[in-house]
């Protein structure tokens, strides 16, 4: 009976996802937003994640009863293993995600450090798994967290949560544009509401004994929740954003007015139609063909055409005038 239920929600919250997966790319295609495309990626690698969970939970409860008992710990480690993976890449991501908002990524030399933390952990362990009487005893911690499927999903949340919660109170104060700001901070907060939940829930099952339906009922809440968390957010809160940012885009009339007014050039309406669409100076300079220099340089004489300091005075004096 339990199986059967499990099986039916994963069918559904495979559904869901991928019904999330084409919303919010549906909503990129409208407002390519380089946020949204990072939450879009966010979306796909959770996806992976419930394709993996469903995998380990169908050969742990079928395929081994029909394989040599020897062979089940390969099957199961390797699954546990890409889950554990998948699960620390999302904090990643979310990471990728919170620098967007302020129109940053990660350099090329953090992908490099990234990419070696994640060749360093999959060696160790490779050798604790299938090569226990050469390892150092020194990794069998690291070995322990990984294969624990539980205690990792709970370490992984709380660094998740702590970075989310840094964003929110310090590093989302470094946006200039205070509209992005508000919907960057919005974002982060529907994501502490999300991961409180999922934290204190995960703390529950682990130290209260339950039925296993029970306990499946409350992991099943916490996926619901990540798929939920999103959607609300981008339709109650970044649809709002990116129409008043596209309305103002279309107000040729009074665009025309204030270029004018200001004595704006061709090249200069051009870079305060992308400042408004929310892109950031490398966006600009690719879409623009120009040097990052020539970027500054445009910025600098566009603020002293207007009389304004930053990005967010600059789309501040658009939507005023436009009273939205």
Excluded at 93 to 117: E, G, H, P, R, W
Excluded at 139 to 161: H, Q, R
Aim: proline fraction near 2%.
């Amino acid at each position: 009976m339990l199986e059967h239920i499990i099986i039916l929600s994963y069918v559904i919250l495979l559904t869901g996802i991928v019904w999330l997966i084409f919303y919010i790319n549906s909503s990129y295609r409208l407002y390519p937003y380089k946020f949204l495309r990072s939450i879009r990626t966010y979306n796909i690698v959770v996806l992976i994640l419930l394709i993996l969970r469903f995998s380990f939970f169908y050969v742990r409860e079928n395929l081994l009863l029909y394989i040599e008992p020897g062979l089940s710990p390969i099957y199961l480690n390797v699954l546990t293993f890409s889950i554990s993976i998948v699960t620390l890449l999302l904090v990643y991501f979310m990471l990728n995600i919170l620098l967007n908002f302020n129109n940053k990524s990660f350099t090329k030399s953090q992908n490099i450090k990234a990419f070696i933390a994640g060749i360093f952990i999959t060696s160790i362990y490779i050798l604790t798994s299938f090569f226990p009487e050469k390892t150092n005893f020194s990794f069998s911690w690291l070995d322990t967290i990984i294969k624990n499927v539980f205690l990792f999903n709970l370490i992984v949340n709380t660094l998740e949560f702590l970075i989310i919660i840094s964003f929110y109170f310090f590093w989302s104060n470094r946006i200039e544009d205070m509209y992005r700001k508000r919907i960057g901070r919005l974002f982060a907060l529907f994501y502490i509401i999300c991961n409180s939940i999922s934290l204190l829930a995960l703390i529950f099952i682990m130290q209260i004994y339950m039925t296993p339906l029970l306990r499946w009922a409350i992991q099943l809440f916490i996926l619901f929740l990540y798929l939920l968390t999103p959607f609300l957010w981008i339709k109650f809160v970044f649809l709002k954003y990116a129409q008043t940012m596209s309305r103002l885009i279309n107000s040729s009339v009074l665009l025309e007015s204030i270029y004018n007014k200001y004595n704006i050039s061709e090249r200069e309406k051009e870079i305060i139609q992308l400042i408004i669409d929310g892109k950031g100076n490398n966006d600009i300079k690719e879409q623009l063909f120009i040097s990052y220099h020539t970027v500054k340089n445009h910025l600098s004489n566009i603020y002293k055409k207007i009389n304004v300091k930053n990005r967010h005075e600059l789309v501040h004096l658009f939507m005023k005038s436009g009273d939205i």
